[in-house]
């Protein structure tokens, strides 16, 4: 089966809305690893006196507030307070959307952590990529 990358964007922003956050995603960073850690893929933008322009969720939310110039700070604690709550397969979520935007080559789905995903997210995939699917429902976490 040939990788649905219209599919795929569409279930991946029914089951996880926060894709469609202005704030931070892997629709408001360039694809690529953290700025900080380079091992997870990054997720908030910042604009902080620190020489980082993404970060990964734990990285974002080891450095706090200090990833925002004084002008922003209102806007990085809401986002620290929303990437607290996603759930542990952010990580794969933000490649799977890299790879249906095509900014990131579909053959990295061969490195993707095996987690098991939403029945709908994981029908747009090409057999043996993950697990089996949890529920149609996924995480609907913002």
Known sequence: MALDREGLRRALRTAYPWIGDEAFGPRTVD????????????????CGPVGWRALCRECALEVGTDAWCDGHLADGREILGAIEELGGDWATVVLLWWIATGEVRH???????TTELPAGVAAHLPAGT??????????RRE
């Open 31 to 46: 694809a690529g690893e953290c700025d900080r850690c380079r091992k997870q893929p990054r997720l908030v933008p910042t």
């Open 130 to 139: 993950t697990s089996v699917p949890q529920s149609e429902e996924g995480d």
């Open 107 to 113: 053959e990295r789905l061969s490195e993707m952590p």
